[in-house]
């Protein structure tokens, strides 16, 4: 099959469990896209232009627009490549509900567990940087540890619920078709790798389970293309943001061309400001102005953000 050419480019590195999610999404749709590696801690001077303070991994580009979030990248690759489709019908809903289960109560004790045992292994700066992203004090190597072996207690029960969805033999977590679901838990079921020290044996009670992760990695990741983070800063700087589809303000919603500001709601501290652009139950998109780039489009996802009007 010929990938489908795109102008997609995918900031990310190669180590970030979420940019595997968006690798493997890339690689379900039969995408040729872009890479950026960018830094896993800060500064990352040549993403935060584009983004307008948004820092973390990965986002995806296009011209002068980003998409931050692979709630929101799924949503985008969705609406640009129907087929194969991450919603199957049917079970879209329970999909969604399982992915954001996954995301939000699953991945968070399994990257503590994991990073906690290869905590010598970690680049440096990485746990300082992260609990700064949480607003948490900064740890020691040896509070680091101590937190794996009291998030393993959180890990193996939820393992167990995904063993659990497979145990009737079905390939995919809700049946024939992967879904959004699957692409959520499995990208953090694949951080059980780890840095240097492997965790899957947490897993190895689980053979159907283990047998679905090996399928969901078989799906690959298209076909990717390595470029200098300065060749995007220029495509950026090269084009204007897309025309927005209509917006579909919501009860108390500021409206398209007032000002606005947008944040990660998990203790996230910093705001990212501009003039609305786009707004509907799902999505809210900032236009922000940088030297380095121009006017850029920064797209959110409106589930687990927090947004302020400004007017």
């Not at 004790?109 to 004090?137: C, F, Q, W």
């Not at 679901?181 to 689980?206: K, M, P, Q, S």
């Not at 220029?234 to 500001?261: F, I, K, N, V, Y």
């Not at 102005?289 to 927090?306: I, K, S, W």
């Amino acid at each position: 099959m010929t990938p489908l050419p795109t102008s997609l480019i995918l900031h990310q590195y190669d180590f970030s469990n979420f940019a595997e999610k968006a690798r493997l999404m890339m690689g379900f749709k039969d995408l040729a896209w872009r890479a950026v590696e960018i830094p896993p801690i800060e500064p990352k001077p040549k993403l935060t232009p584009l983004t307008g303070g948004y820092r973390r991994t990965p986002v995806l580009q296009d011209g002068a627009d980003v998409w931050c979030d692979t709630k929101l990248i799924a949503r985008e690759l969705e609406r640009r490549v129907p087929q194969p489709t991450f919603y199957p019908p049917n079970s879209s809903g329970t999909a969604d509900a399982i992915a954001w289960w996954a995301e939000q109560q699953f991945m968070r004790p399994t990257a503590l567990y994991v990073s906690g045992i290869n905590a010598d292994h970690m680049p440096e700066g990485l746990h300082a940087d992260r609990a700064k992203l949480h607003g948490l004090p900064i740890p020691s190597i040896e509070a680091v540890r101590k937190a794996a072996y009291r998030n393993l207690q959180l890990v193996r029960p939820q393992v167990k619920w995904i063993a659990d969805m497979l145990a009737d033999g079905r390939p995919y977590l809700l049946g024939d078709l992967p879904s959004i679901a699957d692409f959520a838990t499995y990208h953090a079921v694949w951080f059980f790798r780890g840095r240097n020290i492997d965790c899957r044996e947490v897993l190895n009670a689980y053979p159907r389970l283990i047998a679905w992760r090996d399928r969901m990695e078989a799906i690959g990741h298209g076909h990717r293309t390595n470029i200098d983070a300065d060749v995007a800063l220029a495509e950026a700087r090269a084009a204007t943001p897309a025309t927005p589809r209509a917006s579909e303000p919501q009860e108390g919603d500021p409206l398209p061309g007032q000002r606005a500001r947008v944040r990660a709601s998990d203790n996230a501290k910093d705001w990212i400001e501009g003039a609305v652009h786009f707004i509907d139950a799902d999505e809210i998109a900032l236009l922000h102005e940088n030297g380095e780039v121009g006017q850029v489009a920064v797209h959110f996802p409106r589930l687990g953000y927090d947004w302020r009007s400004m007017s």
